[in-house]
């Protein structure tokens, strides 16, 4: 299956929805593409090297966020998949399984379909649903604590990291976000980010100590930092 | 962020829904798991061989079907987005992005989500959405055409196959199925099945020969041979 040139009679279409949107370019650098040469390199070495072990169990569950402020919840409805977490309830037919919309144990959905969620309730989410987390807030940990965890967990396969960061410091629109890290670079110190809005950024490598930085800033609804789970 | 042990809680609730199921263990073999030690040294192998490039944009957009009988639609829209194109009309909020519920021009949704869809008409959704579509069913090609056809899928990025089989060839529950295919190892002449019945079964490598046998196997509903699409 294939791209088919003769797909204008959408441009048309496109003509009339003027604010609508297909996908964002990812500003690289700082950002690699996951996908592209430079990404595919990346990749291959930390295959190698050790610290791409988390991403074989992680990215089979990897799904896009189904609202556009649903990055916290799809986040962690990607990491209780891949941790074969049972959730105890059924999602559809017979079969129990996590989906965004079976997380509203610490905020109803509706709050955070048009508010988003904050750090502190994605780590509630998280535990209500049954996961072992522990959470560091940037300005309780440091980049080494961050590279260390991440280093571990990469290279293992039952814990996986969500960072809670700011995209302008990757010079990507939008704010505050949530996605799970699904590698570690060690060579270069990038980590790959699983980035759940997949109808704007594809997964895409980052530097780890801007990766810290983005999570260093404050969440103006909380007045905390932002940071990560682990 | 990790399992925790304590999750007793919901094995209450399990008591009380005997009929529900939390996945399905994997025939192995002939299947081998794509998170398995094997299933990564097959990986690592065949991305050592350049029968892996497709894989790259095709994962992204890997996803569940959202429904117990959409693996055809689900199929597609993972196919459509990692081609990146574009549909024309929005999904939600300002982006234009393809999903299943969007899938809906050659089949009404409610009749595939209460009787599946054929491999004819997934061929029709597929040039609807303005993909470029090549259909083999299997009275039609042999495992030669498959093999040639994935090989080179497999190592471009501009194309992709969605294979529609029966899972029984696996030893695996269930009739009929449609998943996009992900990798080809050429040294042991398997492919690499994304399954979208994440909740399931999860990606796994299967002999090429058995996919075509899975694949020349009558659909009752027309009563013609399954194929792949190309």
Same mark, same amino acid.
């Not at 814990?159 to 960061?165: D, F, M």
């Not at 594809?202 to 801007?210: R, Y």
């Given at each position: 299956?294939?791209? &088919?040139?003769?797909?204008?009679?959408?441009?048309?279409?496109?003509? /009339?929805?003027?604010?609508?949107?297909?996908?964002?370019?990812? !500003?690289?650098?700082?950002?690699?593409?996951?996908?592209?040469?430079?990404?595919?390199?990346? @990749?291959?070495?930390? &295959?190698?090297?050790?610290? /791409?072990?988390?991403?074989?169990?992680?990215?089979?569950?990897?799904?896009?966020?189904?609202?556009?402020?649903?990055?916290? &919840? $799809?986040?962690?409805?990607?990491? &209780?998949?891949? #941790?074969?977490?049972?959730?105890?309830?059924?999602?559809?037919? !017979?079969?129990?399984? @996590?989906?965004?919309?079976?997380?509203?144990?610490?905020?109803?959905? +509706?709050?955070?379909?048009?508010?988003?969620?904050?750090?502190?309730?994605?780590?509630?989410?998280?535990?209500? $649903?049954?996961?072992?987390?522990?959470?560091?807030? $940037?300005?309780?940990?440091?980049?080494?604590?961050?590279?260390?965890? #991440?280093?571990?967990? $990469?290279?293992?396969?039952?814990? +996986?990291?969500?960072?809670?960061?700011?995209?302008?410091?990757?010079?990507? *629109?939008?704010?505050?976000? @949530?996605? !799970?890290?699904?590698?570690?670079?060690?060579?270069?110190? /990038?980590?790959?980010?699983?980035?759940?809005?997949?109808?704007?950024? !594809?997964?895409?490598?980052?530097? #780890? *100590?801007?990766?810290?930085?983005? /999570?260093?800033?404050?969440?103006?609804? *909380?007045?905390?930092?932002?940071?990560? #789970?682990?």
């Amino acid at each position: 299956i294939k791209y &088919l040139a003769r797909h204008v009679v959408a441009a048309d279409r496109l003509a /009339m929805e003027v604010a609508s949107l297909y996908r964002r370019v990812l !500003p690289t650098p700082p950002a690699v593409e996951f996908a592209s040469p430079e990404g595919r390199r990346l @990749f291959a070495e930390a &295959l190698e090297g050790g610290t /791409m072990e988390g991403f074989f169990s992680l990215v089979p569950h990897f799904q896009t966020q189904s609202e556009p402020a649903f990055c916290g &919840l $799809a986040s962690i409805a990607v990491v &209780l998949n891949a #941790l074969a977490i049972d959730p105890g309830r059924r999602w559809k037919g !017979p079969w129990r399984w @996590f989906d965004e919309s079976m997380l509203d144990c610490c905020e109803p959905l +509706h709050v955070v379909r048009s508010q988003g969620i904050t750090f502190g309730k994605v780590v509630c989410l998280a535990r209500c $649903a049954g996961a072992s987390v522990r959470c560091f807030r $940037a300005d309780h940990a440091a980049v080494h604590d961050l590279r260390a965890h #991440l280093a571990r967990c $990469a290279s293992s396969r039952d814990c +996986h990291l969500i960072a809670s960061y700011h995209r302008g410091h990757f010079k990507q *629109t939008g704010g505050g976000h @949530f996605s !799970p890290i699904g590698g570690y670079h060690a060579g270069t110190d /990038m980590a790959l980010i699983l980035d759940v809005a997949r109808f704007k950024y !594809p997964p895409h490598w980052v530097p #780890l *100590t801007l990766l810290w930085e983005a /999570m260093n800033t404050t969440d103006k609804t *909380t007045g905390f930092p932002r940071g990560y #789970l682990s």
